[in-house]
Structure formats: C-alpha cells, structure tokens
C-alpha cells in the first residue's frame, strides 16, 4: 500500500463521496478538503508520508494555519509542530500539483519559506508531486535559498539525512511510478530544458536523453547499500551538483563511447532542476509499459518539428510487426532505423508472447525468471539498426537503453554504403543473416554518381534494370526514367538512382536466404510508375511478394510527408528458387488506419468494462488491427482530468492481419 492507503486503513483519514464531489477528511486535525482537487491528493499523500515515513504524530500535523503578520491572510498548506499545543512549528510545507512549472515551483518555495519565517520553524519545503525541495534554516540566514538545500526532512526531530536514496534499503529506495506520474516529470523536464525558448525542442530533447543516459547507468552501477550519486545531497549547491552529474557522464562516454559525443550544455541551475523533477524515481524499476507510453508521447511533439519526416506513425509500426510476428529467435534488423520505433515494437510483440507463455510471471519465482530471459536476451542480442543521422542514431540507442538495452547493436552509418564496411562497425550485422528487416526508408532522395563514386552504385544490381538512353544529362532524371522500363536491357547504367530503389536491394542483401521476410514501405509509384517496371521485373526475380497493403493518401500528412505509400511485405527467395505467376498474393486496401490527416484518432470504439471514476477498458478498432486500451482515471492536470492510459495491446489476429492469417491457411482470390 502507498502512504494515503495505509492512512485510510489505520483509520486517520476517511473518504466520502464520488467523482468530483469526494471529500477527504483528516481525523486528528478534524480538517476537511475536496480530495477529486489535485493539489489536495498531493498533500494528502504527502501528510501521510510525514506520518509513516517521518515519523510525526497525526495530531503534530496542521492544516491550513493561519500564518501572522501576513496580509491577505495567508495560510500554510502543512505545519508539524513540536508540541500538542502547537506553539512551536518545526516544518512548514506548501504543497502544489504535480504538472507546475519551474516557475510556479519557485514561487512555491518563496511562500513556504516566507510562512516559515513568520512561522519560526526550522525547516520549510515544497512538494508538486515528484519534485520536492526542502530548506534547513537552523542555522542558515532568512533569505538563504541555495547553501541550505537538504536531501530529505528530518525524521522525528532528527538531523537532516546527507543523502535521501540508497540502493536496495528499504524506504530510501528509488521508486517505480505509474505512468502520469512520469508524464509530469517528463514534461517538467523538457520545459527546464527548454528554457522557454532559448533551446530548439530537438536541442532541449537531446540534452534531456544525456541526462536520462546518466540516471538509467547510475541506477545500475550504483552499489547495494550505497547512495545513488543522481540526487541533491544535504548543503550541495547547484554548481558542485553539477560537476558531479558531469564527471558521470564523462566516465560512461569513456565506457561506451557510442552513445553520446557531445558534452552536457545545460547551464548548473538547469541541470540541478531537472536532477529535481528524476531524482526520485527509477527508470530501472518503472515497467516497460510506462515508460514506452510516456517517452513515446515525448518524442511525438519532437517528431512534429524538423524530423517529422523521419517518424513512421505508431499504427504503421505495430501492424508491420504484426504481420510478420517476430519470434524470440528472430534476428531484425531495421537499415533506416531513425528513433527505434520498429525495434521497439518487435521487442514488445515478444514481451508479450512471453506473456502469454508465462501467465504467472508475476508471482511465481522460477516463471519471472524465465519470462524475464525470454524477452530480455531478445532485447539484447537481436535487435539491430542502422541510422545515418547522428541525432536520430542517438535517439535510437537511448530508446534501447530506456527500454532495457540493446543499444550497442544501433550504429550511425549509411545503411547503402559497403556491407564489408557497415560491418567494420558491427561485426554482426553482415549480408544473408536476418529473420527479419522492418523499415521505412526514406523517400525521394537521390543517391549521385557523382557525389558517391562510381563504385558506390557499381554495388547495385538494381542499377542495371534502370534504364536510360543515349545522350540524356545525368541530371534530367524524370526524363531517363521515361524510358527505364527496357530493364535490365538498358544501354547505359544511371549515374543517379532514388534512396528507396537503392534500399528495395538492401534489404535483400540482409535477408536469409529462403526464409528471411521483410516489411517494407514504399511510395506507390514504385508500384505504379511505369518508369520502374524494371525495379518490379527485379522485385519478382528475388523476392516472393506476400502481400500488399495499400495506405490512403494521407497517412504521413501529419509528419509533413504527404506522398501515397504502400506496405510490402516479401520473403527472399532461395538460390534458382522461382515463384509461379499464378501464385496468390494478399492485396488489401486500408482507409481507417486509426488517425486522420491531422493526427485526430479514428478508432471505432467500444467499452469493454469500466468502473467510474476507477479503470476503463476500450476495444479500439482500425482497418489494420483491434487494440485493448486499458484506462485509470487521472486527476494530475486540473485543465483535463479524465482517462489516462494504462496499457495498450494489438489484439491477435483482427483487422487486416486476421484477414491475412486467414489468407495465408486458405490464399483464394479476394481484394480486402
């Protein structure tokens, strides 16, 4: 139980009512207060956390206390006294919800200290959800904000702690959050970072990534019984907090040198806030659910910048793993990885296989185990990407990271350079030896003879079934490709061919033969032009093609990539292996993929179970797949308190990919 349970249990507090109109009320101090009011669930979270963590009396704890020689009247949100009398107050809180601004923060801790010195109380404090600040003014002048910072209030009249959280004590352990509550860190994070401006939001995402990569090493190296060096101890002003978060992050870039290059430009006050809004909570501990929802929210309003077209929409994501189902065994590879996303979810498609594999894997001792290696050795050694921005690369290895790891098999590369060379940088991502490729390479790009060398496309068959005549520039492509149709029969290679093109072969390459499948998407005039019958004449030489899933116009609209794309889905054939003419293919038309062309969710929704005021569960419907959507009711921001969500999972065998299983067992002609 939390604090607030084990409050109501001991009967110090009580709750009445429902919804919006439920009311909290506190015992001992006979004090009333609307509990559905945010604010008022983190104080009462807190005043709990005074009793059974602190160690204060209920009856020490005051309410509302009216602070003299203050005008209006003002008044203290929370006071423990050192007397039943209540004539000597000893700390002074104020208490504010948990979604405040840097800001609002501030300001909170400006009035609490203010009523602690009209007060005469020896410590003061503000608390908005996570992030917490406390002040010890024993000995510290009134207007001290910075030198008198402790790790944690006293317990029981005692002396300030000179670290808060140690490894694996109880009660001063890091602590796993539900996922709002990682939202506001999240969002509180970014907005230090942001600074209101002066940072890009790629630039204050990107610094934010650095600090979540200390945090996450920190929570894994730090020693059981020792103190977690990412916290605030007791007297640490933000300048020597600072030097030691950075000597971290120097030390895990001398250990792993891939992840990140550049330093932290974060200014000492900056970088101490956001230490402020994380420090109490662990990533390592949080579930993968949480945190994928929370960091993946995050990441959207980054994607909806200047890297909008390198975002493949989650719905795409899931139904291209969906289709090809990646096993525990599988080796994926995704050639233009960008953020992960595939990755991502193909490690998801296996956590729950190995859910359903280990149903008690929550409880029974040798099912954790085993259901823990189940997934996490895929994590591990599985999961592979190339990505040739730098920035996105490391988007990439810290998503791995946050997701359990893996990332050292993510490298900043050009995916159509020489295989021999891709694998100077991993030695195990080499031709013929992935399951699987799931990718989404970029569209219209041209890749130049001229820029590259004249061995850089040598390496392409695919070069040769591009025709062009006699005579044409090297620069008129549309014309050149007018005539490209004669395939493999041209009389001049091109000196100029379209990253997608070029990548059709790639992931080829990277196939096993015989076996290896891929999920590819494709603008449609690679389908459709006529330019490029010969791309197809070589699509059908090498690759059997399963199905072809058509999206509508819009479907990258909303990340400022508007061209009509489509989905294969191939498996490489063997060596001599050839695919009869009149071998079915799955062809489907998708038009509700779950979004409209502004982003705006389509799903056809239907309400499976709901409690009011407690935990909802939606069937959420597309063309693609059927979603189960898991809800808790959230109060966190005032502005929109409602439904926040839990847990989401594509339901097996619905929508399209039903349709596909169903096709694969029984292939008669039909048009979806």
Known sequence: MDYIERAIADGHVRLTGDGKQQKIIYVAASHTERFSDPEEQVRAEFWAELIYRYEYKPELIGFETLVPRRTPQDRADLVVYEDRARKAPYIVIECKRADITDAEFIQAIEQACGNRGNLGAAFAGAVAGGTRRFLDFTSAKPMERKHNIISD??????????????????????????????????????????????????????????????????????????????????????????????????????RDPTVFVGKIDVDAGVLAQVIEHLQSISLNRTDLDTKGVAFEEFMGGFFKGDFGAFFTPRELVAFCVQMLAPGRNDLVLDPACGSGGFLLYALDHVRQTANREYPDHETDPTQIKEHFLYWHDFAQHNLFGIEINDELSRVAK???????????????????????????????????????????????????????????????????????????????????????????????????????????????????????????????????????????????????????????????????????????????????????????????????????????????????????GRERIEIQR???????????????????????????????????????????????????
């Open 153 to 254: 209030l006293p317990i029981r009249y005692g002396k300030p702690p000179e670290w808060r959280y140690f490894k694996g004590l109880s009660g001063k352990e890091l602590a796993a959050v539900p996922r709002e509550e990682l939202r506001a860190a999240i969002r509180k994070c970014h907005q230090s970072l942001w600074e209101g401006g002066r940072r890009s939001q790629i630039v204050a995402f990107g610094e934010f990534c650095k600090i979540v990569f200390v945090k996450i090493r920190d929570e894994i190296d730090t020693k059981r019984a020792h103190p977690y060096a990412f916290q605030r101890r007791t007297d640490e002003a933000d300048e020597d907090l600072a030097t030691r978060i950075l000597d971290l992050y120097r030390k895990e870039q001398k």
């Open 398 to 612: 810290m998503n791995m990271i946050i997701h359990d790891d893996g990332h050292t098999n993510v490298i900043q590369y050009d995916a159509l350079d020489f295989t021999d060379k891709i694998k100077g940088r991993h030695q195990d991502i080499k031709p013929g030896t992935f399951d699987l490729v799931l990718t989404n390479p970029p569209f219209g790009s041209v890749v130049k003879q001229a820029e590259k060398g004249n061995d850089y496309l040598d390496q392409y068959e695919l070069r040769r079934y591009l025709a062009k005549r006699p005579g044409d520039s090297p620069s008129d492509d549309d014309q050149a490709e007018g005539d490209a149709k004669r395939g493999a029969k041209a009389v001049k290679q091109r000196t100029s061919v379209k990253t997608e093109i070029l990548f059709l072969e790639r992931v080829h390459t990277y196939l096993k033969p015989s076996t290896g499948k891929a999920a590819v998407i494709v603008p449609d005039g690679v389908l459709t032009n006529s330019s490029l019958q010969g791309v197809r004449d070589w699509l059908l030489d090498h690759f059997q093609i399963l199905a072809a899933v058509s999206l509508p116009q819009f479907a990258f609209a909303h990340y400022d990539a508007g061209v009509k794309a489509s989905i294969l889905f191939l498996r490489r054939l063997g060596d001599g292996e050839t695919v009869a003419d009149r071998t079915p293919i799955f062809m489907a038309l998708a038009e509700n993929i779950g979004y409209d062309a502004t982003g705006r969710k389509t799903f056809v929704v239907t309400v499976e179970n709901e409690t009011p």
């Open 622 to 672: 597309s063309d693609l797949f059927d979603y189960r959507v898991s809800y808790e009711w959230n109060t966190t921001n005032p502005k929109k308190p409602g439904w926040s969500e839990r847990h989401r999972e594509v339901l097996p065998d619905t929508g399209l990919v039903g349709q596909f299983r169903a096709f694969q067992k029984d292939p008669r002609p039909f048009f979806v």
